[in-house]
């Protein structure tokens, strides 16, 4: 008997990206339902706001990406350099067939995980612009923000590997 492949991305990725979505989210709506209550209407309507920048940013998890990562169809593999611009931070997918797609990432501090690039990741979902997909590499799965793009991202440029910093004075002032 034989046994089918196990998904790409673990079940356990997924509990959590989901747990982290609806508590981010119910954490929100719970505090502008206490506001309100309150009689707090002027912070209620800005924790609303923030909700609702928070579902259209791309800070809670969109239902189409957990979509994709239970189908698990197609699967490619590419490469995965970082790119960033000030707060933003995209990976430049390539699968090397001459196209290179953009995934938004939720944060430079993910990117700057992968750096320095290229990395081999495994695209779970179609690798065409427009299209929802889950980036595996290795052991982490990214949730992009946004579809894939076909356009490079105006001023990214490539994501350097932290470096350590020194610490300011090697002596301490404690006696």
């Known amino acids: 008997m034989e046994r089918p492949a196990p998904p790409p991305v673990s079940n356990l990725s997924m509990a959590l990206e989901a747990g982290r979505s609806i508590v981010l989210f119910v954490l929100l709506l719970a505090a502008t339902i206490l506001l309100l209550f309150a009689g707090a209407w002027i912070l209620a309507v800005v924790v609303a706001v923030v909700t609702v920048a928070a579902v259209f940013a791309g800070a809670l998890t969109r239902p189409a990406l957990f979509v994709t990562a239970r189908r698990a169809e197609p699967v490619a593999s590419a490469m995965a350099l970082p790119l960033s611009r000030h707060r933003q931070a995209w990976l430049r997918l390539d699968d090397g ?44 799965t990214v949730w992009p923000v946004r579809r894939l793009e076909a356009d490079t991202p105006p001023g990214a440029k490539p994501v350097a590997p932290k470096t350590e910093q020194p610490r300011r004075s090697p002596h301490s002032f404690w006696r």
Request: charge should be positive; charged fraction near 15%.
């Open 97 to 140: 067939s001459g196209e290179s797609l953009y995934a938004e990432v939720r944060s430079p501090r993910l990117a700057r995980l992968l750096s320095p690039g290229p990395v081999p990741v495994t695209v779970i979902g179609p690798f065409e612009p427009g299209c929802w997909v889950v980036v595996q590499a290795q052991k982490l």
